[in-house]
């Protein structure tokens, strides 16, 4: 029994030092473990940890750290400094991920198996948080992952990894108006990221329901009324984003609090929580987290993360520091994950990069990796997520942009406006005229966009003939009734 005992400090031992890349002092570990080893015991744990090669001393005397993992020079390695990505073997102490596959970076998705390459950390992390639940340490915020932040001095993501961001993201050189790639494939990526994002939530919508949802209404057969609100929300959110005035939209609480309410509408318990920061303490189901409950403190720090996130200057770094520390604070009494998600897209859309949709993200990674920050405040493992997604997204949108003609987000507004204007005019006879278009259209078309229907509407009628009048629910007699009856009137047009 008591070497029982000795096992399980020794493990809660390596995991704390996990946590830190750094390492720690004998005096600091002692205060990880808030005293529930004695200076003694430890340090005979630690002797225990050195002598199995779980763990390894750095420095000397007053300096001397203990740090995770076999030395360096055991493995032909050098040592970890930092946040980022990084390589190297996982230490066999480790307890095995859920599934071998798992360690390897391949992941099980609905469409099939995907790989994402791992760092040695994030495989470590991945090994952790597919421990049960009862076998990993509650864990509380912690305020200094926050606090010891500086925008521009500290960065989860490597200068190396931004520049491939960058050049995957924005392959054109020309200087363009912020948004104009997201506005490009707005069509795409709002079911895309509509889709994604609700499946990350454990939505059973399919792509194929989603974009018949979000195009004609149609909603799926069999699905909860949950899903087919969660994919609607989806749709109003990512419209604000990409639709609305630049002037507004940004990492300000006008905007987070307005991505809240849209994302949360009808899903709430307490409707009145939609679109407020947190009042009340929340758990975590699947984890050992405990977010903070004291509303001051995350007013507080919600506050600190808009304006961290707002001075930093690189959009990559911004968007992901938003997906780390918004879900980890958890403001909001749900929704949080999706505010995050959407909120990293700001930078993205500001700086006319390819937007990140989530295609193809496995779930399994994505909630491990959040998990990773939750439990271990590490980001490897989601850092790894968020490059890869990222990389999938490119490949994805920058084929679109580049050789397809993306659908008329005008014309698919007011499509039906179209069709009864033209069906109604063809039907009287008539010759159509700017004045005639405004006089139909302006039940079912918003003031503002009349002068563009008017001119949509008349590029329409020059291009109409026998082949292409289904679109607008006219037979052939009627069409030829028309056309005749303007020719005889005016043989010369």
């Known amino acids: 029994m008591p070497k029982r005992v000795t096992e399980t400090e020794l493990q ?3 995991d704390v030092l996990l946590r830190h890349t750094a390492g720690l002092s004998l005096l600091q570990l002692q205060r990880e473990l808030r005293g529930s080893i004695t200076r ?3 340090s005979r744990r630690i002797s ?13 005397a007053r300096s001397t750290r203990y740090v995770h993992g076999p030395a360096p020079t055991a493995l032909g390695l050098k040592p970890l400094q930092g946040k980022g990505r990084a390589s190297g073997a996982p230490p066999a102490t480790i307890a095995p991920p859920r599934k071998a596959a798992e360690s390897a970076g391949q992941f099980e998705t609905p469409e099939g198996v995907v790989t994402i390459e791992l760092s040695s950390i994030a495989r470590e992390i991945l090994a952790y948080v597919s421990r049960p639940v009862a076998a990993r340490t509650p864990r509380g915020y912690e305020r200094n992952l926050l606090d010891d932040y500086v925008p521009n001095k500290n960065a989860y993501i490597r200068d190396k990894i931004k520049v491939h961001l960058h050049k995957i993201g924005k392959p054109i050189e020309a200087q363009r108006a912020a948004g104009t790639f997201a506005h490009d494939i707005l069509s795409r990526f709002l079911i895309d990221l509509s889709w994604a994002s609700s499946r990350l939530e454990g939505n059973t919508y399919s792509r194929l329901d989603t974009e018949r949802l979000i195009q004609f209404g149609q909603e799926a057969e069999g699905k909860d009324a949950k899903e087919t609100q969660m994919i609607l929300n989806h749709k109003k959110a990512i419209e604000l984003l990409v639709e609305d005035s630049a002037d507004n939209i940004g990492i300000n609480r006008f905007t987070l609090l307005n991505l809240h309410a849209l994302l949360s509408e009808n899903l709430m318990a307490d409707p009145e929580a939609s679109g407020r920061l947190r009042r009340r303490p ?12 004291i509303p001051q403190v995350i007013e507080e720090y919600f506050s600190l993360i808009l304006s961290k996130a707002g001075s930093i200057g690189d959009p990559f770094e911004k968007a992901f520091f938003l997906m780390v520390h918004l879900p980890y604070l958890q403001p909001f009494e749900d929704v949080n994950k999706r505010v995050s998600r959407l ?20 779930e399994r990674a994505y909630i491990a990796g959040t998990l990773g920050v939750y439990e271990m405040t590490r980001v490897d493992l989601l850092l790894d997520v968020f490059v890869w997604a990222y990389e999938r997204s490119c490949q994805r949108y920058v084929v679109v942009r580049d050789s397809v003609a993306e659908p008329d987000r005008f014309r698919m507004r007011y499509r039906e406006a179209l069709t009864d204007v033209m069906r109604q005019i063809v039907l009287e006879k008539k010759r159509p005229t700017d004045e005639d278009i405004r006089v139909l259209a302006q039940r079912n078309v918003e003031f503002r966009d009349l002068s563009s229907f008017v001119k949509l509407a008349m590029q329409e009628f020059q291009r109409l003939n026998e082949f292409n009048i289904a679109r607008y629910r006219l037979h052939l007699s009627e069409y030829r009734a028309w056309y005749n009856a303007l020719h005889s009137a005016h043989p010369e047009s």
């Open 12 to 14: 809660r031992i390596a």
């Open 343 to 362: 909120a990293a897209n700001i930078p993205l859309i500001r700086a006319d990069l390819c937007p990140l949709s989530f295609v193809d993200v496995p």
């Open 282 to 293: 929340v758990d975590i189901t699947g984890s050992v987290y405990i977010p903070p409950a």
């Open 48 to 60: 225990d940890l050195l002598a199995a090669d779980r763990i390894h001393r750095c420095g000397e």
């Open 40 to 42: 003694r015991t430890l």
